[in-house]
């Protein structure tokens, strides 16, 4: 099945600073990659997304790269303020079920005033 | 706005115990999804059902079963809750695929 590592795990940055978290997935027929952000007491909620024809897409301060060549994706931050701090996953979806996400383990984003 | 709901929020139950853990989306969603997560292992997959009655297994389905009898409603049971169960749980739906999954707030089980 897949297998979406994901680094780092803990991440502190500077307010205004930028942030970037990687993931790297096993299987080459996954072909949809969305980010996920958990506030604590909260279910993760999805932040953005994409797909295996498309490199980059960007959303406000946020951007996902996909390099498809050598299987992994990153989440970039830009900007980043107080209320960005929060457990961060990514996922993949698996090749041959069009329904079962592999989450990474997720990485504690701390941004410092 | 989707909303998830999850029945309870935290639960505290003893070994051998049969647990209900209940779920419910508002907005006909096709899919719904139940994980557990762990800290440093992310969210696991434990099942899934795309329709009425119908329900697939995810990578950790043991001891555990799940009932879907209505489309807006899907019960994770744990036939005889053990200590390895303490875990929060995490219900989801989406209205198809790939689509973005909706999450409830979670239920924290703590077996004893």
């Known amino acids: 099945g897949e297998n979406v590592e994901q680094h780092p795990s803990t991440l502190s940055v500077q307010e205004g600073d930028s942030a970037v978290i990687k993931c790297t997935y096993s299987?080459?027929?996954?072909?949809?990659f969305p980010w996920y952000k958990q506030e604590l007491g909260k279910g993760p909620q999805l932040i953005i997304d994409?797909?295996?024809?498309?490199g980059e897409k960007k959303d406000q301060r946020i951007a996902v790269t996909l390099n498809k060549t050598a299987k992994h994706f990153s989440l970039h931050i830009t900007e980043t303020q107080p209320e960005d701090s929060a457990v961060y996953f990514c996922?993949?979806?698996?090749?041959?079920?069009?329904?079962?996400?592999?989450f990474g383990s997720g990485t504690q984003l701390t941004v410092l005033p | 706005d989707v909303k998830v709901t999850q029945s309870s929020r935290y639960l505290v139950k003893r070994t051998g115990e049969k647990v209900f853990l209940e779920c419910v989306q508002d907005m006909d969603h096709e899919n719904m999804f139940w994980y557990r997560q762990d800290p440093g292992l992310g969210l696991r997959l434990i099942y899934f059902s795309y329709d009425v009655k119908m329900k697939e297994k995810g990578d950790i389905p043991e001891g555990y079963s799940v009932s879907r009898e209505k489309k807006e409603r899907f019960s994770l049971i744990l036939e005889s809750a053990s200590t390895n169960q303490t875990s929060m749980y995490l219900c989801?739906?989406?209205?198809?695929?790939?689509?973005?999954?909706?999450f409830g707030p979670g239920t924290r089980l703590t077996v004893l």
């Open positions: 994409i797909r295996s024809n498309v």
């Open positions: 996922a993949a979806l698996l090749s041959g079920s069009a329904r079962q996400l592999t």
């Open positions: 299987d080459s027929a996954s072909n949809y």
């Open positions: 989801a739906s989406s209205p198809g695929t790939p689509n973005e999954q909706f």
